[in-house]
């Protein structure tokens, strides 16, 4: 990856979650096993590492004029598994469309 992530570190992760753990509309959908605070650091950690995978290597890799066409379907094939990652990540925080923060 060409790029610094935020959240490359569990320092950072446990930080975010720290912070996310002080909003009431965050904490009221903890579960007895599990903080949401913690379910979201974990998953935007995951999010920007495969948004950076996508856009560091496989657009890239994509635009890669001397490709053959099984080396194309190679990558596409790759981006959909990363693009089920991201969406099995994205259906983990269905919380985000149940929480609105009011200012």
């Keep these: 990856m060409n790029r ?16 996310l753990s002080r909003l009431p ?5 903890d579960r007895p096993d599990e903080p949401e605070s913690w379910t979201l650091a974990y998953t935007f950690h995951e999010l920007e590492n495969s948004f950076s995978r996508f856009v560091d290597d496989y657009l890239p890799k994509l635009m890669t004029q ?13 981006i959909g598994d990363e693009f ?4 099995y990540h994205l259906r983990e925080v269905d919380s985000m469309t149940t929480w609105t923060i009011r200012t």
Excluded: C, F, P, W
């Design 66 to 78: 001397s490709l053959s066409d099984d080396e194309t379907k190679s990558v596409l094939l790759e």
């Design 25 to 29: 509309e965050v904490r009221r959908l």
């Design 4 to 19: 610094k992530l935020n959240l490359s570190a569990g320092e950072d992760i446990k930080s975010l979650a720290e912070r």
């Design 84 to 87: 089920r990652h991201i969406l």
